[in-house]
């Protein structure tokens, strides 16, 4: 059984595929944090590639190794810094780049030895870094071309990062001073690289950002007043599933819906992925955050109305400074009401250079572990019951890996990979290949996933 879907940092290695030849100078990369950091670790190794070096997909192999490390909360600075020892342990030759490098001070603090520390999305001190290091040596007859992409994804789906950056100033984060302003790509390379991932297999497309629905609206000139709705009725067009991830609840949301609601085999799936963080008015207003909690649930039950086959996912924090038992059991009270279908939680931590770590009234930790126990409790309820609403249903499904027994593991339209549940046929999937569409009929559901038998196409 699958644990409770949470969305901390996923510190999980990305899996590396070995490219090296005889004498190539090599290169190894551990890839921590979200999936917009995993964007990053790839646009580096295929830049390091173009450039003629190898990729080691173990320390032993690797002339050096960088580390892309997560700095979102101060657990995941404490697993960044223990995977940067275990490289100077392995390796001994490391390059800190990501979040977390925004910190050098605090990176050199622990671990002197590092080769250099560069911040989030420096792509060109990175290469500097790596150039000092190891000097490149290319052969001139392979090498110096345009690299098809490194990826660190399974090829039947990638991550399409549209935006850097973010505009919101919510207290508990500290994104925006790390990451700076919201940058948003010019729509044509967005799209000339959809369409290069398509063309390369690609069969699911996950846009993210850090506000994905505020996409274009830093752009001083546009013909459009919503850029983001362009972009996502563009990708649907491509013939991959289009999955929205970071979608902030601004109105012109509710314009995407239809888009969701065609039934297309690909397009824009009818799934948004909206960090609510809370419900109580209070505790949003002490977050920074909009505090229109009823008028969220106006919001969904409309988009409910538009699709009803749509799938919402979100995030919360308990224990934020000042949660009161009562503001508390107004976040069980709206999560009821709301009936999300995919929940992850996290409790509040400081973060250093966070706003909310000067408030007052600090929740402590027993009673934070002892809210998310609750809250926890709640969202497996209403999963299982959703879960269970789906037996007897016809469901289209991706497949992600068959195992050597020959059972399937998948997911369906309303499963993100990774931080959602799965679908498995457990008989008769012995043919089926990653990245396959397929159609599969539910007979049974647990709290987070579902089994199903695979009808013939």
């Not at 059984?1 to 070995?18: K, V």
């Not at 799934?271 to 008015?281: E, G, S, T, V």
Request: aromatic share 6%.
């Amino acid at each position: 059984m699958q644990n409770p879907p949470d969305l901390r940092p996923d510190l999980s290695r990305a899996r590396l595929t070995e490219t090296r030849r005889p004498g190539q100078p090599t290169i190894g990369m551990v890839s921590l944090g979200c999936p917009k950091a995993l964007v990053d670790s790839e646009r580096i190794l295929t830049r390091l590639r173009a450039e003629g070096y190898g990729i080691s997909a173990d320390y032993s192999g690797a002339d050096a190794v960088i580390v892309n490390t997560c700095g979102f909360l101060d657990s995941a600075k404490a697993e960044s810094l223990d995977a940067i020892g275990e490289a100077l342990a392995e390796n001994g030759r490391v390059i800190v780049t990501g979040c977390l490098g925004a910190e050098p001070d605090y990176i050199t603090g622990a671990h002197p030895k590092v080769l250099a520390v560069t911040g989030p999305h420096q792509y060109e001190q990175v290469l500097d870094a790596v150039h000092v290091a190891v000097p490149p040596k290319p052969d001139p007859f392979i090498d110096l071309l345009p690299a098809q992409n490194v990826s660190l994804t399974p090829r039947h789906y990638s991550y399409l990062k549209i935006a850097e950056g973010c505009n919101h100033k919510c207290k508990f984060c500290i994104i925006p001073d790390m990451r700076g302003k919201l940058v948003s790509r010019p729509h044509k390379a967005v799209m000339r690289e959809a369409e290069k991932l398509v063309e390369a297999g690609v069969r699911e497309l996950l846009v993210i950002s850090q506000d994905t629905s505020a996409y274009g609206t830093d752009w001083k000139d546009r013909s459009v007043k919503f850029p983001f709705l362009d972009l996502a009725r563009d990708l649907g067009t491509l013939g991959a599933w289009v999955r929205m991830h970071y979608v902030y609840p601004y109105p012109h949301v509710r314009d995407l819906i239809p888009m969701m609601a065609q039934g297309m085999e690909a397009g824009v799936l009818p799934y948004l992925d909206i960090p609510f963080q809370h419900a109580h008015p209070d505790t949003l207003r002490r977050m920074a955050r909009p505090a229109a909690a009823e008028r969220t649930l106006d919001e969904i039950a409309a988009w409910r109305a538009a699709c009803p086959g749509i799938a919402l996912r979100s995030t919360f924090i308990v224990g934020y400074p000042g949660e009161t038992e009562d503001e508390f059991k107004t976040l069980l009270d709206w999560l009821d009401e709301a009936q999300l279908d995919r929940v992850g939680c996290f409790q509040y931590e400081d973060v250093a250079g966070a706003r909310s770590n000067a408030l007052p009234d600090h929740v402590a930790d027993e009673v934070k572990q002892e809210r998310w126990e609750r809250f926890m409790e709640k969202a497996q309820a209403i999963s299982e019951a959703k879960l269970a609403a789906k037996v007897g249903t016809l469901q289209q499904v991706i497949v992600d890996d068959v195992d050597e027994d020959g059972i399937a593991t998948c997911r369906t339209r309303a499963d993100a990979p990774e931080i959602d549940g799965n679908l498995f046929i457990d008989e008769g999937a012995e043919g089926l290949e990653p990245g396959d569409i397929v159609t599969v009929e539910v007979d049974e559901a647990g709290e987070y996933d579902l089994w199903g038998q695979l009808i013939p196409g």
